[in-house]
């Protein structure tokens, strides 16, 4: 099986994709695929531990643990996650926070690279 390294580079709130980057890795990993996430920019708000759960509003806390038990690597920036108020001691278990070199290693290491979201 081969790596795939998914890039979030979400947008504001009301975005899909995040809800998209982490369907399509849990859909890799469930066929044998190693996946890592890059949460960038707003993406990095999913890092974000125990958020409330809204009947409309996605809530991936639970599938990101599982990626994590399953041993995909979620990511968030370092920069970003800063800017925002986010730390180390604010993520879900198990998730990182490296610096963008982490990033590009991973793109480099990858059979395939998906970037989702920016502009």
């Known amino acids: 099986m081969g790596k795939l390294t998914i890039g979030c580079f979400s947008s ?8 998209f ?27 974000k531990k125990g958020q409330r759960s809204f009947k409309d509003y996605s809530a ?20 970003c996650a800063e800017a925002r108020g986010i730390h180390k001691e604010d993520l879900i278990s198990g998730l990182g ?6 990033y590009l290693a991973s793109c480099f290491s990858a059979d395939r690279v998906v970037h989702i979201g920016g502009e």
Request: with cysteine.
């Open 21 to 47: 980057a982490v369907k399509l890795a849990e859909a890799a990993r469930k066929k044998g695929h190693d996946v890592d996430i890059w949460l960038s920019g707003n993406g990095t708000m999913l890092a």
């Open 60 to 79: 991936l806390e639970k599938t990101i643990t599982e990626l994590i038990v399953g041993g995909s690597n979620v990511i968030a920036c370092e920069a």
């Open 12 to 19: 504001l709130v009301g975005s899909m994709t995040l809800d």
């Open 97 to 102: 926070i490296k610096s963008a070199d982490w």
